[in-house]
């Protein structure tokens, strides 16, 4: 059985940092991807990030190039995200997710496993 679970999350302010972890459980070797995608209140969920389980190839949306960084620990099953500079519009529940097969890491479709969720506020 696959388990995702995510940690990390709460409230900072504006250009702080903070980091996000999920930990997984279940077997990873078959993944393909890890992804982070968020939902923010009366929007739809959307990608942030992504990294290739065996490659270590990132992807982020343009709206978080250059502020947040993904970075996987494949001994602990673990995938982070690094959130610096946060702003405000970054508040969201975040999920991360699993992919098996290769696919277009951005869409949500791809993946096949997701955790319950972390709450990230942003004040300003």
């Known amino acids: 059985q696959v388990q995702m679970v995510e940690s990390g999350g709460g409230l900072v302010q504006a250009g702080g940092s903070l980091r996000l972890s999920c930990a997984a459980s279940g077997r990873t070797f078959m993944w393909y991807a890890m992804g982070w995608f968020r939902r923010a209140p009366g929007k739809e969920r959307e990608f942030v990030a992504a990294?290739?389980?065996?490659?270590?190839?990132?992807y982020y949306a343009d709206s978080v190039k250059g502020r947040f960084t993904i970075s996987r620990d494949n001994a602990k099953n673990t995938v982070y995200l690094q959130m610096n500079s946060p702003k405000p519009e970054d508040t969201a529940i975040y999920y991360c997710?699993?992919?098996?097969?290769?696919?277009?890491?951005?869409?949500?479709?791809?993946?096949?496993?997701w955790g319950q969720g972390t709450q990230v506020t942003v004040s300003s």
């Open positions: 990294i290739t389980w065996s490659g270590g190839t990132t």
């Open positions: 997710a699993a992919a098996i097969y290769r696919s277009d890491v951005s869409r949500p479709t791809s993946y096949a496993y």
